[in-house]
């Protein structure tokens, strides 16, 4: 399962941060799966609740975001998001789409409690 090694690096960038910050617990956590990156977010959330089981992170709750994708098209340079991926322009139907935003997994927000 892919989304297992995701949620490990995840926990090793939480656990990084929060000692970083002093943190005596992370309360929650935000994350951006791209609708390209291959990974699931069920499969990411059921993951990150095994994985969270005696870690700073414990009672942590996990929130996943999954962004529109961002297209430009390389013929006419038009920009679009499309909640599916697109073959062909929107607005001029040429193929050959540049992704912009929709294959990353980025840590939006860490949220922590200190003493």
Known sequence: MHELSV??????????????AGAARV??????????SGVVPELLES?????????????????????????????CGKEATTEEPLFACPACAAPGL?????????????EIETD
């Open 7 to 20: 949620v490990a690096g995840l926990f090793d960038i939480l656990e990084e941060k929060a000692r970083e």
């Open 27 to 36: 309360t929650a956590v935000t994350i951006r799966v791209g609708r390209l």
């Open 47 to 75: 993951a990150f609740d095994a994985f969270k089981k005696g870690t700073i992170a414990a009672e942590a709750a996990l929130v996943v975001e999954v962004p529109a994708l961002r297209v430009r098209c390389r013929s």
């Open 98 to 110: 540049e992704i912009l935003e929709g294959m990353d997994i980025f840590l939006q927000k860490l």
